[in-house]
């Protein structure tokens, strides 16, 4: 059984910096892409960032130049760097991946979520 744990949330000032980390764990064949999301009280949970597997990346326009999402090399490991962070940030992040378990299984896994939290 695949999963996905998230760690590195807590609570930072406005302009501080947070880097987030999802291992993946269990009977993993292939990852396709790899992700983060964010959902805040009252909304809906919204893309942060994704990473293909060959290195093509993408990012929310509210997070642009501040996040960067990465992979650790040889790892089932990835991560999302946040600088500068706003309080309009605040939200349980959510780790993410469409994941290869047998020749014919693809799915998507999320973690657990992590909250993280900026002070004004």
């Known amino acids: 059984q695949v999963q996905l744990v998230e760690s590195g949330g807590g609570l930072v000032q406005a302009g501080g910096s947070l880097r987030l980390s999802c291992a993946a764990s269990?009977?993993?064949?292939?990852?396709?892409?790899m992700g983060w999301y964010r959902q805040a009280p009252g909304n809906e949970r919204e893309l942060v960032a994704t990473l293909s597997m060959g290195g093509s990346s993408n990012y929310a326009d509210s997070v642009k130049g501040r996040f960067t999402i990465s992979r650790d090399n040889g790892k089932n490991t990835w991560n999302l760097q946040m600088n500068s962070l706003k309080p309009e940030d605040t939200a349980v992040y959510y780790c993410?991946?469409?994941?290869?378990?047998?020749?014919?299984?693809?799915?998507?896994?999320w973690g657990q979520g992590t909250q993280v939290t900026v002070s004004s």
């Open positions: 993410n991946a469409y994941i290869q378990t047998t020749r014919v299984m693809w799915k998507d896994y």
């Open positions: 269990g009977n993993i064949f292939s990852i396709n892409v």
